[in-house]
């Protein structure tokens, strides 16, 4: 079963240190906040207040993961059966089912898309680039609880729960983690951050399916034009142009020099229809739209072989 994080463990030590104790032993023991964990002084024996199962922290010895949360307590496995407050079912009705309790904790939530007022200046752009900007937003707690979101982990102490979005690159970074984490936005089911993510070679083949859908698209593009109150970037095939229709105050924001072509780009929005065998996106806010090097080839081949 799927717990949430321990905000204070117990610190008890007795000679043998059995993997649970009554919680009774517990009440007056010191509390241990992930925060003031010492592992050489505290492995081994903390335990949960609520059902006395040993606890163990992720990471041990560092404040944060590599990822950048903060660490955190979580129950050692093996104890599942044991009832919790700090675990809980996946699922939000009964006879879900473990399809549907996966889903439900696999989860991204869409938290409004950043605009241009709420930049805190700088770009997030190429592969250190994940990331760069992509810390920043964890640091704001996009992945954390900081902003009401509750951390949930699996019974080995892997983050479960990705938080909340409000930029394509916070989705690109979720999406090199794993391609089926669910996308949560409001009024629409959740959907397989995989199931979103489509190249613009593969819109082109078949856009029907695609249009009056929205959708993380990515591409490099053919050629890049600037007018008064937008960008253009074009993706020319010989059946279909796909166009990119981006504010101008969004490149502006994210400081792209106008051409440049020699990258992939991506953009999340819905597709229209523009004529007969062209198709266009309309992007308005500088959350929406997202670049990186070619060097990220590999990755994007692994979601079009998805």
């Known amino acids: ?13 007795v000679e043998d240190q059995p993997k649970m104790v009554d919680i009774t032993l517990l009440v007056h023991e010191h509390q241990v906040s992930p925060e003031s964990y010492i ?19 992720q990471p041990r010895k560092k ?5 950048n949360v903060d660490g955190f307590f979580f129950h050692l496995k093996d104890f599942e059966h044991i009832k919790c407050e700090y675990r809980k079912a996946g699922g939000t009705k009964a006879g879900d089912g473990d399809g549907k309790a996966k889903k439900a904790i696999n989860l991204i939530n869409f938290n409004g898309w950043k605009s241009v007022e709420d930049d805190d200046g700088g770009d997030e752009d190429e592969d250190g680039d994940q990331d760069k900007k992509g810390k920043r937003e964890v640091a704001r707690g996009s992945t954390g609880n900081r902003t009401g979101g509750e951390l949930t982990f699996g019974e080995d102490g892997s983050l479960l729960k990705a938080g909340n979005f409000s930029t394509v690159s916070r989705l690109l970074q979720v999406a090199r983690k794993s391609l ?18 489509i190249s613009v070679e593969k819109l082109q083949k078949n856009s029907e399916r695609y249009i009056g859908k929205s959708w993380l ?35 502006m ?10 990258r992939y780009y991506l953009f999340y929005g819905l597709l229209e229809r523009r004529g007969d065998n062209s198709t266009v996106v309309r992007v308005t806010e500088l959350g929406q739209a997202h670049r990186v090097s070619l060097s990220a080839r590999k990755f994007f081949s692994k979601v079009g072989a998805g």
């Not at 990515?218 to 981006?246: D, L, M, R």
Request: aromatic content about 12%; proline content about 6%.
């Open 1 to 13: 079963m799927p717990q949430i994080s321990i905000p204070l463990v117990v610190f008890y030590v």
């Open 39 to 57: 592992d050489e002084l505290h492995h081994g024996a903390i335990y949960c207040p609520k059902c006395g199962v040993m606890c163990s922290r």
């Open 63 to 67: 404040a944060k993961r590599k990822d």
């Open 180 to 197: 089926d984490i669910n996308v949560q936005f409001p009024g629409h089911e959740a959907t397989r951050i995989g199931d979103l993510i």
């Open 217 to 251: 698209i990515y591409g490099v593009p053919t050629s890049i034009e600037s007018g008064k109150f937008k960008y253009f970037y074009n993706f020319a095939s010989p059946g279909h142009k796909f166009a990119i229709y981006c504010d101008r105050e969004v490149v």
């Open 253 to 262: 924001g994210k400081e792209w020099q106008g051409r440049e072509r020699g």
